[in-house]
Nanobody, 115 residues
Framework: QVQLVESGGGLVQAGGSLRLSCAAS????????MGWYRQAPGKQREFVAV???????DYADSVKGRFTISRDNAKNTVYLQMNSLKPEDTAVYYC?????????WGQGTQVTVSS
C-alpha cells in the first residue's frame, strides 16, 4: 500500500502562483512515476504533469511554460509549481503514484483561480 498526502491548494487571483506538494509513504517502488491530474466541475479528470524517478517528465499542452513539476526522491515527494494561473486552471488537483502495476491516488486538493 502507498499513501499520498497532498497540500498547497487554495484561492489565488489570476496571474498568481501556487505550489502543490504530494508526499508518498508506504511500500514505495524505487522505480516509479509521480504526477498530477486535475478535475474541474462537470469535466473528466485530465493529465497535468508527470515525472519519473529517473527524471523524465511530461506536461499537458495547456500548462507547458507555466507549470513545473519536480520531485525529491529521498523524500518520495513530488511538487507542482504553478505560475501565471488562469481561471480555467480551477480544479481539484490529484496526485498519482505508479510503481510496478500499482496505481494510487491522493485525496485531492482544491485550486481556485479568481478572475
Amino acid at each position: 500500500q502507498v499513501q499520498l498526502v497532498e497540500s498547497g491548494g487554495g484561492l489565488v487571483q489570476a496571474g498568481g502562483s501556487l505550489r502543490l506538494s504530494c508526499a508518498a509513504s508506504g511500500s514505495i517502488f524505487s522505480i516509479n512515476t509521480m504526477g498530477w491530474y486535475r478535475q474541474a466541475p462537470g469535466k473528466q479528470r485530465e493529465f497535468v504533469a508527470v515525472m519519473s524517478s529517473g527524471g523524465s517528465l511530461d506536461y499537458a499542452d495547456s500548462v507547458k511554460g507555466r507549470f513545473t513539476i519536480s520531485r525529491d526522491n529521498a523524500k518520495n515527494t513530488v511538487y507542482l509549481q504553478m505560475n501565471s494561473l488562469k481561471p480555467e486552471d480551477t480544479a481539484v488537483y490529484y496526485c498519482r503514484y505508479q510503481g510496478g502495476l500499482s496505481v494510487y491516488w491522493g485525496q485531492g486538493t482544491q485550486v481556485t483561480v479568481s478572475s
